[in-house]
């Protein structure tokens, strides 16, 4: 099934990548600024942390290219690489990641990829307080069985997120906050996934049933 994305939404999700780099990029002008203004001992520190904010930025927009931009439409993705994706975005937040290799040599389609991502993405925006979340991959025939669950104080997932994911705002509705959430269910709709979503204290889980053909004829 074919998916058209219109330019409006193209900016709005450039506005939200925009957004998040914004934090990272601006400490690294920031320190770069001052190694012009001052000299001595605090100069190692002041590299350090330009070093650092140089390297959040780089990781963050490795993340963005694969699971918003066209960076993520080859034909797979190894677990492995998707994991570290993921780690390396939420490296520099307070929430962690847990992944555990299924053991499976599995390849994820780009656009089932870039979905997963995103969801990872979206249940660890749920959790201000911070968290864990873990992704489980299991293989069943042709279908990848993938439940994302974050455990964090507060961990709740927005109503109009939750109403955007499931397809239940209109296009002309859309903002910067629920973009990604949109992006999602673009992304849902154009792989076949069935997500199913449940809540409870502290708890936000995304169970999806991701189709694999490509496993059924291995």
Known sequence: MNVSIDLAILELVCSRLCHNMVGPVGAATNGIELLRD????????????????????????EFFRVAFGHGGGRSGWSEAELAGLAAGMLRDTRVSLNWPASGSEISITGRGGKLILNMVFLIAEAMPRGGEVKVVVRADADVLNIAITGNGTGAMLNERILSTVRGRVPPDDLDSRVILAHLACLQAVATDTDIRWDFSQDQVQANMKLPQPEMADA
């Open 38 to 61: 001052i000299s001595g001992n605090q100069n190692e520190d002041i590299l350090d942390m330009t070093d650092e904010s140089a390297r959040t930025a780089w990781r963050r927009l």
